[in-house]
């Protein structure tokens, strides 16, 4: 089992993805993708599909490249995505002499930076803002999951 944040606000750490549902809704925390997202909005996300360049996404961080008391989880843009023979969970023994990488980038300072496919459990699509009911239940466009 991953370790505990000590921050009450940030969830547990996980170990894999696998228990997660295709499609999922999180609340933004922070400011870097303003004026984009607005921090609390919250946000729909699903398993489906490869990430592209333009595209917002969830990237979730191995727990060990986690910092201590962090969150897991981090919205970002694509400006260059994984190669497309790039899959989740990552297998370094399919890359020899290389390690994959993305590069993505925040708003709010402006900052690109890059992520090893390596320190990732994996990367899902982000498909916009959506609305919630006040009791923690999201509401997501039926049209949203026909198209991913």
């Known amino acids: 089992?991953?370790?505990?944040?000590?921050?009450?606000?940030?969830?547990?750490?996980?170990?894999?993805?696998?228990?997660?549902?295709?499609?999922?809704?999180?609340?933004?925390?922070?400011?870097c993708l303003e004026p984009e997202y607005m921090d609390g909005c919250t946000l729909a996300f699903t398993k489906k599909g490869k990430p592209k360049?333009?595209?917002?996404?969830?990237?979730?961080f191995k727990p060990e490249k986690v910092p201590h008391g962090e969150h897991q989880c981090m919205v970002k843009r694509v400006v260059m995505a994984l190669p497309d023979e790039c899959t989740f969970p990552f297998n370094a023994g399919l890359w020899v002499n290389a390690v994959p990488f993305m590069i993505v980038e925040m708003l709010n300072p402006p900052r690109q930076f890059p992520v090893k496919a390596s320190?990732?459990?994996?990367?899902?699509?982000?498909?916009?803002?959506?609305?919630?009911?006040?009791?923690?239940?999201?509401?997501?466009?039926?049209?949203?999951?026909?198209?991913?």
């Open 119 to 148: 320190d990732l459990l994996g990367i899902h699509r982000m498909l916009g803002e959506v609305d919630h009911d006040g009791q923690g239940m999201a509401r997501l466009p039926r049209s949203w999951m026909e198209e991913a």
């Open 1 to 31: 089992m991953a370790s505990q944040p000590t921050n009450p606000s940030v969830p547990a750490l996980v170990e894999t993805l696998d228990d997660m549902p295709d499609y999922y809704a999180s609340v933004c925390k922070g400011r």
């Open 53 to 60: 360049t333009g595209e917002y996404v969830c990237l979730w």
